[in-house]
């Protein structure tokens, strides 16, 4: 074996052991059992979770259909007649509650692929990306009414980090809306710690008639996740 100028010494049988004297085997199986507890716990959490039962009763793909319509309930933003766009709509039950109210016109987007749903329209892409933003757009024939985002960025575990890729994800959300949107449309999106933050109120104050935080009781207890609803665009 080529020697890469890295020496590493070894433990007891022969084990490679990381500078600081850890055996590199043992710690990707303390990893392993970690991520495996993850797991336990989170499948623990959903067979005891009475919104993922009522999901699967009603023929919702998930249980954030519940969320959507608990935050309709709050701030009546779904009507009959309306085109609705959903910004990170895997697995689709958002899509669905919007159908559910009579909508119009439904487009959604996702990185991920998404099963057909009659009456939305769905494209496997990227709101970045113009490409695929005019391919979901197809799917209206005008200006959106409503924008939705329940996207979430993959968690680390670092507050800030995890705080500064959410933020990201609402900044696209709402750069999108304000493009798209047509007078008096509304805007969804979830926020984390404590809601949107200065700059990203700021501008919806001033592009919104109102602007609310709302945390529909199907959000886990102790999640931080609370959504942000802008009513009334003004254009322009």
């Known amino acids: 074996m080529a020697d890469d100028g890295k020496r590493r010494w070894k433990g007891p049988k022969g084990k490679p052991r990381s500078s600081s004297g850890r055996q590199l085997g043992a710690r990707k199986t303390v990893a392993?059992?970690?991520?495996s507890e993850s797991s336990k716990r989170w499948i623990e959490r959903q067979l005891a979770d009475p919104y993922v039962r009522d999901a699967k009763a009603a023929g919702y793909r998930s249980r954030a259909a519940f969320k959507l319509l608990e935050i309709d309930e709050k701030?009546?933003?779904?009507?009959?007649g309306q085109r609705v766009v959903d910004l990170g709509c895997a697995p689709g039950?958002?899509?669905q509650v919007a159908l559910e109210k009579k909508a119009?016109?439904?487009?959604?987007?996702?990185?991920l692929a998404v099963d057909p749903m009659a009456g939305a329209h769905i494209v496997e892409g990227d709101?970045?990306?113009?490409?695929?933003v005019a391919r979901m757009m197809a799917g209206l024939t005008g200006p959106p009414d409503l924008v939705l985002s329940d996207m979430a960025a993959n968690t680390t575990g670092h507050k800030s980090?995890?705080?500064?890729?959410?933020?990201?994800?609402?900044?696209?959300?709402l750069e999108f809306a304000l493009e798209h949107l047509g007078p008096g449309g509304g805007f969804v999106s979830k926020v984390f710690q404590g809601g949107a933050t200065r700059d990203v109120l700021g501008t919806l104050k001033t592009r919104f008639e109102t602007v609310r935080h709302v945390k529909p009781p199907a959000s886990r207890a102790g999640s931080p996740e609370i959504y942000v609803i802008g009513r009334g665009f003004r254009g322009g």
């Open 32 to 35: 392993h059992n970690a991520a």
């Open 75 to 80: 701030a009546s933003l779904l009507r009959p």
């Open 93 to 95: 039950g958002w899509l």
């Open 104 to 111: 119009f016109e439904v487009a959604g987007i996702d990185l």
């Open 127 to 132: 709101i970045n990306s113009p490409d695929d």
């Open 161 to 173: 980090t995890d705080h500064l890729r959410t933020v990201a994800l609402v900044e696209m959300a």
